[in-house]
């Protein structure tokens, strides 16, 4: 069975401080405003841009479908702080939430794509999607499905987090379009960078579908030593 989830609500509470280990430094957490988020099929695949085109829309989906329609990506932002208070100038993406209804969560669960069984993991395993570029997004299948194997978009997208204006955060989320859906993908630095991130679905206390949510492992759980 899978790791549990950590206490999100928590967690990711704006205004929230978390000790960093191994450094005179705490991690304040700050929430930016929502970019929409465009979702024709309700099936939400959580990827690497990168990777487009390498594997079946259907297969990167995950099993937890929703209402069709144009839902806000909410990025969750630390910035380090020093001892004396002083901002430290390093801010990072912690964690990238779907939101479908602007309801509290209740329970979290992994998001899982077809092929995955939870049976199949360890104690300490989780499923994820790879990360290799530092960067991550939500995307719909249909989107994904339109773009085929067309790798130009996929250096459209990272290019457009690597190349922009110095001035502007590079933490602040890129919106792309695609034909003529000006919200087609929504995409984001991934925490310190590389690796395998998972995707938690929030329910309700009625079990509706509240939040995709995407940790990057920034934040150490409370307590943690």
Known sequence: MPVPAPDFVQLFAPGTSHD?????????????????????S???VAMEPAYFGEDDPAELAF????????????????????????DQGNTRVAGARLEIRDEPVATWELAVTPGDDL???????????????????????????ALGEDE??????????????????????????VG????????????????????????TAGGDVACFLTDFEVLPEEDDE
């Open 152 to 177: 130009d978009f996929a250096e459209e997208v990272l290019s457009a987090r690597f190349d922009r204006d110095p001035r502007i955060p590079a933490t602040d989320p890129i919106t792309m379009s």
């Open 20 to 40: 960093f280990p191994d450094a005179e430094v705490s991690l304040l957490v700050r929430v930016l405003p929502g970019v929409p988020l465009s979702l024709p």
């Open 63 to 86: 099993t937890e479908q929703v209402r069709p329609g144009t839902y806000p990506v909410v990025l969750i932002m630390v910035d380090m702080i020093g001892p004396d208070g002083e």
């Open 119 to 145: 049976d199949d993991l360890e104690d300490d395993e989780l499923f994820g999607y790879p990360v290799d570029s530092g960067t991550g997004c939500f995307v719909d299948a249909r989107t994904v499905e």
């Open 42 to 44: 309700g099936r939400v």
């Open 180 to 203: 003529d859906d000006d919200h087609a993908l929504v995409a984001f630095s991934t925490g310190w960078g590389d690796g395998s991130y998972s995707t938690w679905i929030g329910r």
